[in-house]
């Protein structure tokens, strides 16, 4: 099998053979049995179209398995080392793009999203999402995805950025869920944003979206963004108040009082009799509590 094997690998590296990407295809094959994945991956690179990501075997699949370990491995040291310009075997890099567009095609959507979230493939997350049956389930897992499998903050940052992006160019995006990604990425001034679109809307289901989205926001016990939210929203507008009608019973009643004579400062209002007796004890008790005073 070795030598077989050898016999390939001559083929393959003479260049003036016209079967090369053939002879990459069967040298690949040949690894793969011999258990050599490393250099069946790197036959199959060789390969270029005549390896088929469509085929249903054991050896398609292990190749593909390699394959996304070593680009997802890639991009994430060069993410790591602030270096993303830095050169991928682009053989490497177009077996995964099509291996993600097999499954996009498929309708397998989330599938290719967890491997694009792997390999930091953004642009095909969101194609991912465009192209899906549902739009609301499939970001919805893409963002489970990114919370529980994404260990970087930046990185995961970036994904429910790109999620915000795509829901905003859809014709009807889903607010709950994009003011919990804006809160996660602390912009406050965007949910106030999407709040007083919602409030000034004419349709009441949109007030009540709104209501709805200020209570779970509550329940996240996030009080500082809260505090911005507030801080960023509008004073309501107060609809000026009818100018109340004038009451003609009042009316009447004040136009009477204001015909009543007035009497003399020194006059009294109502006459009084006093009582002879009454007088005397007010004027004994009087002179007693003035006694007592002196004492």
Known sequence: MLLFATGIESLYEDEEFDQRQLAALVASKVFYHLGEHNDSLSYALGAGTLFDVNEDSDYVHTVLAKALDEYASHRNRAAESNDEAANVDPRLEAIVERMLEKCIVDRKCQQAIGMAI??????????????????????????????????????????????????????????????????????????????????????????LLAFQIAFDLVENEHQAFLLNVRDRLSSPDLQPSEPAEPNTAQTRDTAAAEDVPMVEENQPLIERRVDPKEASNVCREAGKNQRDFVW
């Open 118 to 207: 792997e390999c930091r493939r953004l642009d095909k997350v969101a194609e991912a999402i465009v192209r899906s049956d549902s739009v609301d389930a499939t970001p919805a897992y893409c963002s489970n995805v990114s919370h529980n499998f994404v260990s970087r903050r930046v990185y995961r940052s970036e994904v429910l950025r790109l999620l915000v992006e795509v829901y905003e160019g859809t014709p009807s995006p889903n607010y709950l869920s994009m003011c919990q990604w804006l809160m996660f990425l602390d912009k406050p001034e965007d949910v106030a944003r999407i709040l007083e679109k919602l409030l000034r809307s004419e349709n009441k289901d949109d007030a």
